[in-house]
């Protein structure tokens, strides 16, 4: 079982920069891909970027040039770095792994775009 947390959410003006971090109980070395999800208010929940272990990454269209995923697997650790934030950006963040255990999901960390 793989506890994952988030962290780094919080209120911040268009135009601005936030951190999330997604730390892991245990190796995520075993997830192959490691994901980035926001639920935004009254909406779906959508991936918003995905890092695999070979060290590929991709970003949803809707954040591409803005939003960056890492993962760092000796820390156990996701991050993603979020650029240019617009208000349309409101959303809870969730961190998400799988391997042949189980599916495992942070409990969110929520993000608030907002003059």
């Known amino acids: 079982q793989v506890q994952l947390v988030e962290s780094g959410g919080g209120l911040v003006q268009p135009g601005g920069s936030l951190t999330l971090s997604c730390a892991a109980s245990?190796?995520?070395?075993?997830?192959?891909?490691m994901h980035w999800y926001r639920q935004g208010p009254g909406k779906e929940r959508e991936l918003v970027a995905t890092?695999?272990?070979?060290?590929?990454?991709n970003v949803a269209d809707s954040v591409k040039g803005r939003f960056t995923i890492s993962r760092v697997d000796t820390e156990n650790r996701v991050y993603l770095q979020m650029n240019g934030l617009k208000p349309e950006d409101t959303a809870v963040y969730y961190c998400?792994?799988?391997?042949?255990?189980?599916?495992?999901w942070g409990q969110g960390t929520q993000v608030t775009v907002s003059s």
């Open positions: 998400n792994g799988r391997n042949r255990y189980g599916d495992y």
């Open positions: 245990g190796a995520i070395s075993s997830m192959n891909a």
């Open positions: 890092a695999t272990s070979g060290g590929m990454t």
